[in-house]
């Protein structure tokens, strides 16, 4: 059973461009979440989208955006990247209403 | 807000030692508890969670008990092998709204010796 997939595992943008990352979820799950992790501390949630619509979202500015499709998947875009964007992003999924998250390896976005 | 708080690390420990990490949290209401272990290169896995006060959550000789006097969820371990060398992170979840959202500390890494 295939857990949660997110691609790329790897990539470098530079300062002002755009990124998009992947993410599948669990199979059986339908809630995508997106959590940031920089270098050193614990991950921040980013935001939550069910039934293809954000649900909740951290303090994050308008740049993050997400999408989930009819599929459950789900991207993270980010415009206009920052230095302080380089971090892991880790894509969470579970069954709404259902505690028990499962994140995917995460990935690894660095800004130069 | 919510919040939590982890003992700060690195924490290094020989084989066979007995491991505690501490947590203790702030939240509104009755939030759970977890903790999660990230190995290199990877992403979260969850090792043990609690639901309410009391509760001990137990896996792979982890141990942590859901104290809502003190607000700790402290992780426990008897005897530490080199393959535990992980960072590992505290969490709440609660409900705001109809989302559940983690909240995580800022992780200890822990280093097991041969």
């Known amino acids: 059973d295939a857990g949660v997939t997110q691609s790329p595992t790897h990539l470098i943008k530079t300062r002002g461009q755009q990124v998009t990352l992947r993410c599948s979820p669990k199979?059986?799950?339908?809630?995508v979440s997106w959590y940031q992790q920089a270098l050193g501390q614990g991950p921040q949630f980013i935001f939550q989208?069910?039934?293809?619509?954000?649900?909740q979202r951290g303090n994050f500015p308008d740049r993050f955006s997400g999408h989930q499709f009819p599929n459950y998947s789900s991207e993270l875009n980010v415009n206009a990247l920052l230095l302080g964007d380089s971090a892991l992003y880790l894509c969470?999924?579970?069954?709404?209403?259902?505690?028990?998250?499962?994140f995917g390896s995460g990935t690894r976005l660095t800004v130069v | 807000g919510n919040s939590v708080t982890q003992m700060e690390g690195p924490v290094t420990l020989s084989e066979e030692a007995f491991l505690t990490i501490n947590c203790t949290y702030t939240?509104?209401?009755?939030?759970?508890l977890f903790w999660y272990v990230q190995y290199p290169g990877e992403g979260l896995q969850l090792l043990l969670k609690?639901?309410?006060?009391?509760d001990k959550g137990s896996n792979k000789g982890f141990e942590a008990t859901y104290r809502k006097e003190t607000t700790s969820f402290h992780l426990e371990k008897g005897s530490v092998q080199v393959s535990d060398s992980a960072v590992y992170f505290c969490?709440?979840?609660?409900?705001?709204?109809?989302?559940?959202?983690?909240?995580f500390g800022s992780g200890t890494q822990l280093t097991v010796l041969p």
């Open positions: 969470a999924s579970s069954q709404t209403n259902r505690q028990g998250e499962t």
């Open positions: 199979s059986g799950h339908d809630t």
């Open positions: 989208y069910y039934e293809e619509e954000e649900r």
């Open positions: 939240a509104t209401g009755y939030p759970s």
């Open positions: 609690a639901t309410k006060a009391d």
């Open positions: 969490a709440l979840t609660y409900h705001s709204g109809s989302a559940r959202q983690l909240t």
